[in-house]
């Protein structure tokens, strides 16, 4: 999945643009829920970073998730423990074609209920 796809369903569902916070990292957006609190980051990211063998970079998306599923998750194609956010309650996403759209996005309906609680 696509970036831009993320972006299109984040605004169609709640209302959220994207966020370009950092001018070291133009490619890195933020998606905040209505309450301030961040709910995804989708950033482009070198592959060995998060230790992947490739060379180039990667798009990937992290949402916070429950802690109990990060363990299995992580076990799974397309997961990563987090990256720069706590692996605790946030997960990784590849955005590379592994991981389908209708999971991306249930993950991404996740972080967004489990932001809204907090």
């Excluded at 309450?35 to 063998?53: D, P, Q």
């Excluded at 194609?77 to 309650?89: D, Q, T, V």
């Excluded at 990784?92 to 209920?113: A, E």
Aim: proline fraction near 3%; charge should be positive; aromatic fraction near 12%.
């Amino acid at each position: 999945m696509k970036r831009d796809k993320i972006f299109e369903y984040a605004k169609k569902q709640y209302g959220t643009i994207p966020e370009y916070l950092w001018k070291a990292s133009p490619n890195s957006a933020v998606l905040r829920h209505t309450n301030g609190k961040w709910y995804a980051i989708v950033m482009r990211v070198e592959k060995f970073r998060l230790g992947l063998e490739e060379d180039g970079f990667v798009d990937i998306l992290n949402v916070k998730c429950n802690a109990d599923m990060i363990g299995v998750l992580t076990q799974t194609s397309g997961f990563l423990p987090a990256y720069h956010m706590n692996k605790k309650y946030w997960i990784t996403i590849l955005l590379d074609g592994s991981v389908s759209k209708s999971i991306i996005l249930d993950f991404l309906d996740m972080s967004y209920k489990l932001i809204s609680s907090r």
